[in-house]
């Protein structure tokens, strides 16, 4: 019997031989791209890795409640109570699937080095190889910033790690100088044209913007603004871009969009490719796109879209007195008669950020209040709004089975926005106010460009967002930038990381908790320490490193 | 004077021997003395010259008397005899040879037994029965004759030189020594066996009717441990002698010579003539590479020559679930109770109960006393809130809308008892014909079999279609053999998670019956119309309702057709020397469909999914086998065995799967199909591998009392690469009977006495293929990317598997001693054996951080060491009655007992402690060096908090709580305990190994009656009760244990249950010593009573016999376990987490009547 018996080849798989190529670094860089959804597949399952992350930065945060019943996924109210153990799902969720894009994005500079490198067969340009390099690194990048947000002592693991190395790399090196390195080669290797002319792909923009922002969270900022200006000069006016583009399959991958998440449904119907990371969100009862009933807004992050008679945010916390609740608490007719009060005087941004009874939700009908909630006396009476499309748009758009809460709608993760706003701030914490008052009324001036939400013909609040006059000094101008960066973001996945760099996480949060356990008590008695800024280290990841994973100090 | 022949005097009419003789001395030849003789006499002599050397000279004294006297002195020295007939004088050589014939039958059916031997005592001199049974011999007088044959107790005769015919009656041998069993490539008997081999015949499979053979294994064999479980058709599960491997720890078995990984389903056990369970390496590693985990040689019915016997066996019966182990759930009153005290125990007045933020609609706003409601749901109102016209069931729509679905759902006040309503009594049938026989030079044996199973949960069930034909054909006088052995089966489950290859579905948390664990009991099955009510509602957790999952997957099936067999041709190509070829085939298809409903009265339900799922698929695999075997008895004492042999297999696998979602209508079978759905997706796997062998084997004896094997196997396999593609496994044993030593021949109550020793060298290949390879591939759910910005994909690559390129072979070295013996004229048998077997390289995935390999698999790594070391006694006795009669009171026990101890010796270096199997953040096991495989894992229970001072002294961990768990500080970052409760502190809590298993018998019968017992048990193991995660802790707002009842209050200080609690923290559910319980448990796993018809009275010979028999399986269990069934079979084949308990599908009793008739 010869050895060629003995002799198999993979089946419906590929070796190295066969990926030793121009075309398999292309689909490897495909497949580094892969993860900016989040998941490398499954749909349920992959909730914290969310490229929108609800969870670690927006239940984690002020904004939002996990949902659902307390006793379901209860690990989850573990997360938004700052009580999380290093068993916790959620933890596994997010480490593993973003070490799969690094993996990803490695393997696929391997490869490049590979291809260029070897004596005969096809080769990429310079030009192609320097911008794959920047694709992979950008995404490598990318990558990381969202693993150190939540985890800050992560092991760096590069291209030229061998795998087999790789388990033994320690967390004890602070890793932002390399994710640094990775979005400066972006930028330097990029161009403005988009690689391929592909829209979902990442261009000198996108690398400038999260670049800036890398410098931002380090507090470089008179470094990152002058890469927010760049790009803020490269993008049209922020006031001439509609607000609701941003979250409409309609309009994606527009001017505003810098930095996305894309999303679709598969040829088949299947969602794996869609927003799965979303669809605990996904709404409950009789509402057209029914789920879990997961991800309420908290009555907090409602009210601070209350207004002044000026139009302006309530900066010094006085929207939580005598808050807006909806029809919560009440029973009876009270709560069979309930109508909104139109009378509320909010930012028109709070309709298009959360769905309350009374008023209009996408193109789904009025807000019924209850009937689409799981549980309103453990969630609240509110629903996301930006994560939800329009019934108009379910067709070709959701997942099939009638699985309308997958859906294709993409997740910015840097929106212009976002940019105008982190200039904002660099400018006011460089000192430079009048910028900053200039680009926060950017923001403010679009949002009051709105369409009004009504009923009847009737507004259902007295809508009002009005420009600052100014920014009295730079701690007023700072709180301004803060509220408004709550505002416009609200549910987009910054909060919490904002509260954090911004060193004041534990007292918004306590203070936080205070207001909304008035209301809801399961939210009082938050206590938040040190270690509550970011979360600890998933065992079992500790476990298989054979100690050289440190856990996170406190847990 | 010595009277030579008294028949010559009765035959001495005429009184020719009385005349009188005179004769003088003399020297003449034989023939002139005989002339003399008839001159004197008158008689006339007849005889043979040659015969009895007549011209031999002889000197005779002188001789007076009658002619007999002159016969006796002068022809009987010369040993002539001599006899009167018809007058005359017939002299002839007493040592003259005569021919004997006779017959041989069994003495139980008086039918013939064909091809016994039948042999001269001390000489090479013998022959065999034909197919009358008869034979015939030449022989002399006073030689002794031995018969014998295989299964029968050998008889001895004297030639009486005066009778010529003899009938010979064999009793069938109770004893199984003389048996010939296949052992690896060869036949030898069972008295000559040097390894651990336990045999077990037809006779004891027949007893435990039983839709798998491995089930009727159980206890037949020591060092066997099977787990049963409960689901229709589904294979238990076998181990033999522990666990030697971390993966799939199925032995190999070798049906018909052709070697087969898998489970056995498709298998009838009435096919099954014997099977031989080869537990050492010296027995088994003759298979090398497949053999680390034991090999079961099972080898069918053949037929026999003569008329045809055709058997026709069957029965009936009904299974019973065990209704009394059902868990127990507090009733809704005290439900509502229980989870007043949840938000109670927090102490906090805003928590307070009896407001909708805590407990809700469903209980009323008393903060004191929950008041059940009357409905639980209306559209969307629920509970209290709901109003007479809430509940009008005019407004009742069960539409699939969301905004018109309107559904009334009762609250069920008494409880519903939902194991009740999922399962039932479900019948059994079996039937069975068979034809066997033989002509002159051929055998057969023919059968076909039909069974069918329900399952105890409902709507789930299993058949199976099975035709089997076995025949050989002899020719050029028996020079050439050639035969086949061939079966088709067909197998369907239906229903939920039946699945006959696969334990697994139907457990855990997504399986009706984890659904019935985690489901409000005030929940009615039915809402007010009779559609299913559910936990849509208000705070009723996410749990399905069981039974509908059960009813929507009525239409689901798992079909497999499946031809196994093979053919073989043996030539004997000179005196003992012998070669055989076979080639065997297995090819099964298999396709199975899966039907999705919606299910809007679920709490997350959907009301639009219906969708289809149709996996296809084939499994093909070949194996040749060529085999020289030359065997030959030297000097009458060196028994001499020598084997050479090639074997090659290849393997491929082939799956394409359909989905479909959303067809134009639901539930109609006939318009499922993928084309019919909106959206459809399909998917395609396979692998393919070979192995190629070369291998000997040698068994030598010097006159049956000293015995050596030796084997040797060397194995390629496509699993490994270049570089480990080979493994080599020799092994040896020896044998010593005593009691064939001289020393020993006083100990006449000693049959037989031999002492085996044995190591070896076996091995494990059992794992995917290429893991020496970095893999990668291209999906559209994992890989692609929709990178132009639209909803069309790109697509991608990704590495799905990591490679590890020095995996090589797991090793398993074994060393066995074993002592066989057989005592008091066969009453007692039985052997003791000590083993040690130590498997080096275990191959295991060993997850590799996501740093190192993403989501991407972790390839198989050579891990550690792992060793298993016990001992095995089997005892029986037998007992028959002196007079050999077949009515008389017959009786039989065995005792059976295994031990081993399992540890992970070490691990390699790259691996550290490696806790596995996660469920909803719960981590069961461990793989720890030092530790039990599968040891189970997490914090050790020191206590409850009993005040905030307990807490302030006593290591804690945050939102300790009063109540709550205070587990051991075992240990902090350091080493040492820190007085901080984290992941330092998990520890080894439990071993899933029993101390021992054991299994007694007791078979009797009496005239036509006969009764047989089986008991099995199995001490010291612990089981890990996973279910409490959701009984015990409220995991998910569903059923709660009565357990609770009992748990932590100031007034039940002693409790070891923390009190329930709305904020507990999530570590109190963490993997903890709560869940470890012992396991233990004594069973009355059969009982079967038969009664044999008088048949041949009954139908003038028409049929030669005719059982009845009934018999009950589980008749009851002794456990101090608190799950459904102390059998905890593990979650899947290939990663063994063995002992966590994830919801099993219980045994059930069975009761069944049976027959069993032949023609």
Known sequence: CSEDFLNRSPQGQLTDEQVSNTKAVEWMLIGAYGLMNGNRDGTWGNYASAPSQWVFGEVAADNAHKGSELADQAVLFDIEMHNTIPVNEHLSAMWNNYYEGITRCNATLRQLKVVQESTDGEKFSAERAAEIEAEAKMLRGHYYFFLWRVFRNIPYIDETVATADAPTVPNNVDVLPMIEADFQFAVQNLSDAKPLGDAGRVDQIAAKSYLGKVYLYQKKHAEALVLFKEVIAARPALESLPFLNNFDVNTENGPESIFAAQHAINPDGGGDNANVGDMLGGLYGSAPANCCGFFNPSFDLVNSFRVTALGLPMLDDSYRNNPYKSDYGLSGDAKANYQVDKTLAVDPRLDYTVGRRGVPYHDWGVMPGDGWLRDPAFGGPFVGYKHMIDQADFPGNTQSGGVNYVTSLNVNIIRLADVYLMAAECAAETGDLDYALARVNNVRVRAAKIPLKTVGGANTAAYNVKPYLAFANKEYALDAIRFERRLELALEGHRFFDLVRWGIAKEALESYSAFEGGIISAYSGLDFAEKNNYFPIPQDQIDRSGGALIQNDGY | ?1159
């Open chain 2, 1 to 1159: 004077i010595v009277v030579f022949s008294t028949h010559a005097k009765e035959a001495d009419a005429q009184g020719v021997l009385d005349k009188r003789i005179e004769l003088s001395a003399k020297r003449v030849t034989i023939k002139q003395m005989i002339a003399s003789l008839e001159n004197q006499s008158g008689a006339h002599f007849i005889y043979s010259s040659s015969a009895i050397k007549a011209d031999r000279k002889i000197k005779t004294a002188d001789l007076y008397g009658d002619l007999s006297d002159v016969l006796n002195q002068v022809f009987r020295p010369l040993g002539i005899g001599y006899k009167i007939e018809n007058e005359k004088v017939l002299l002839f050589s007493v040592f003259q040879d005569i021919t004997i014939a006779g017959k041989v039958t069994d003495a139980a059916n008086n039918g013939p037994i064909v091809g016994a031997a039948v042999k001269v005592k001390g000489t090479d001199r013998g022959t065999s029965t034909n197919d009358d049974g008869q034979f015939s011999l030449t022989v002399q007088p006073k030689e002794v004759v031995e018969v014998s044959y295989v299964g029968y107790v050998p008889q001895e005769f004297v030639v009486d030189n005066n009778q010529h015919v003899y009938e010979i009656a064999l009793q069938p041998s109770l004893s199984t020594l003389d048996e010939v069993v296949v052992t690896g490539y060869s036949a030898q008997r069972v008295k000559d066996l040097t390894g651990s081999v336990a045999v077990v015949s037809i006779k004891d499979l027949k007893q435990q009717p039983a839709a798998s053979p491995i089930e009727a294994l159980q206890g037949k064999a020591t060092g066997v441990q099977i787990i049963n479980d409960g689901a229709p058709g589904a294979t238990p599960q076998i181990r033999i002698r522990g666990f030697s491997t971390i993966n799939n720890n199925d032995p190999l078995y070798v049906i018909d010579g052709m070697p087969y990984e898998g489970k056995l389903g498709w298998l009838n056990a009435n096919d099954i003539e014997s099977m031989q369970v080869l537990k050492d390496a010296s027995a088994a590693s003759i298979y090398g590479a497949r053999a680390n985990n034991g090999v079961v040689i099972i080898t069918t019915r053949k037929g026999q020559k003569g008329a045809p016997k055709i058997t026709f066996d069957a029965y009936y019966g009904t299974q019973s679930p065990q209704r009394n182990r059902f868990p127990e759930f507090l009733n809704p009153q005290q439900f509502a109770e229980y989870v007043y005290q949840r938000f109670k125990n927090t102490g906090d007045p805003a928590q307070a109960p009896g407001m909708s933020e805590t407990t809700g609609t469903n209980y009323g706003s008393d903060p004191d006393n929950p008041v059940l409601p009357d409905y639980l749901l209306a559209g969307t109102t629920t509970g209290h809130n709901i109003t007479e016209a809430d509940a009008d069931p005019a407004k009742y729509n069960y539409a699939m809308d969301p905004a018109q679905f309107y559904q009334i759902t009762r609250a069920n006040k008494t409880g519903t008892n939902w194991f009740d309503a999922i399962t039932q009594n479900a019948p059994m049938q079996n039937y069975q014909l068979s034809i066997l026989g033989g002509g002159e030079n051929s055998t057969y044996a023919i059968s076909g079999g039909a069974f069918k199973q329900e399952g105890t949960y409902k709507y789930t069930g299993f058949e199976r279609y099975t035709i089997r034909s076995n025949t050989t054909f002899s020719f050029l006088d028996d020079r050439v053999t050639i035969g086949e052995n061939m079966q088709y089966s067909h197998t369907r489950g239906n229903g939920f998670g039946v699945n006959v290859n696969r334990a697994g579905d139907y457990q855990g948390e997504g399986s009706p019956i984890g659904w019935a664990y985690r489901i409000q009991t005030i929940v009615p099955v039915y809402d007010i119309m009779g559609n299913f009510a559910g936990t849509r509602g208000d705070k009723m957790g996410n749990a399905d309702n069981p039974l509908s999952v059960l009813y929507r997957a009525k239409d689901n099936s798992n079909n497999s057709g499946q031809f196994f067999g093979s053919t073989f041709a043996d030539i004997k190509l000179a005196k003992g020397l012998s070669f055989r070829t076979t080639f065997g085939l297995r090819y099964e298809n298999y396709h199975s469909k899966s039907i999705g409903y919606p299910n809007p009265e679920r709490s997350e339900g959907s009301f639009t999914n219906n969708t289809l799922q149709e996996p296809q698929g084939y499994n093909s695999e070949w194996t040749w086998t060529n085999t020289a075997t030359y065997k030959n008895v030297f000097n009458d004492a060196h028994d001499l065995t020598l084997l050479v042999g090639t074997e090659a297999v290849e393997s491929n696998w082939h799956e394409t799967r359909g989905y479909g979602n959303d067809f134009f209508i639901a539930g109609d079978l006939n318009y499922y199909y993928l084309n019919t759905a909106a959206t459809t997706r399909a998917e395609s796997e396979g692998s393919e591998g070979s192995l190629f062998s070369i291998f000997g084997r040698a068994d030598y004896a010097f006159k049956d009392r000293y015995l050596v094997s030796a084997t040797l196997r060397r194995d390629g396999s496509s699993a490994f690469g270049p570089d480990n593609r080979y493994g080599l496994f020799p092994a040896a044993s020896v044998a010593w009977r005593l009691s064939s030593e001289n020393f020993m021949a006083t100990a006449a109550w000693m049959d037989d006495l031999k002492l085996r020793a044995g190591y070896g060298t076996t091995g494990n290949q059992r794992i995917p293929t290429f893991q020496y390879l970095r893999r990668y591939a291209s999906g559209v759910n994992q890989s692609f990317y929709p990178i132009a910005g639209g909803n069309d994909l790109s697509s991608g690559l990704w590495t799905n598997n990591y490679d590890n390129p020095s995996v090589k072979w797991e090793e398993l070295k074994s060393i066995n001693v074993g002592l066989d013996f057989t005592l008091f004229n066969r009453t007692i048998d039985g052997a003791i054996d000590w083993f040690d077997r130590r498997t080096s390289g275990v191959l295991y995935p060993v997850p590799q951080p996501s740093a190192a390999v993403g989501t991407g698999s972790s390839p198989f790594v050579n891990s550690g060491d792992i060793k298993n070391a016990g001992f095995e006694v089997s005892l029986n006795y037998h007992y028959f009655s002196p007079s050999g009669d077949d009515d008389a009171f017959q009786f039989d026990a065995g005792v059976f007992f295994s031990r081993y101890t399992n540890d992970i010796v070490e691990l390699a270096p790259s691996v550290t402690e490696q806790p596995y199997l996660t469920l909803r953040g719960v981590t069961t096991s461990v793989l720890k060096a030092g530790a039990p495989l599968g040891a189970f894992y997490g914090y050790q229970v020191a206590g409850i908090y009993q005040d905030d001072a307990d807490i302030a002294n006593s290591a804690s961990y945050e939102n300790a709580r009063i109540g709550g768990f205070k587990f051991a500080d075992i240990s902090g970052p350091d080493g040492t305990p820190d007085g901080v409760i984290d992941g330092n502190d998990r520890t080894v809590i439990g071993n899933p190994h029993p101390d021992f298993i054991y299994s007694v018998s007791l078979g009797a019968s009496y005239k036509r009656f006969d009764i047989n017992m089986f008991f099995n048990g199995s001490q010291g193991n612990e089981l890990f009760d996973l279910t409490r995660q959701y009984t015990d802790f409220y995991a998910f707002p569903g059923a709660v244990s009565t357990r609770t009842l009992n748990a932590w209050s100031p007034s039940n200080p002693n409790s070891m249950m923390p009190s329930p609690h709305a904020k507990a923290p999530t570590i109190e559910y963490q993997s903890s010593s709560y869940y470890v319980q012992d396991g233990s448990f004594f069973r009355m796993r059969n009982l079967q009573l038969g009664y044999t018809l008088p048949a041949d009275r009954m139908f003038q010979g028409k049929v030669s016999n005719l059982r009845v028999y009934a018999s009950v399986t589980n008749l009851f269990t002794v456990t101090g376990y608190s799950g459904m069934d102390p059998e905890v079979s593990q979650y899947s084949s290939d990663f063994t987490a063995p002992g966590v308990d994830m919801g099993v599908y219980p045994v059930p009793r069975q009761y069944l009547l049976g027959l069993s008739v032949t023609f």
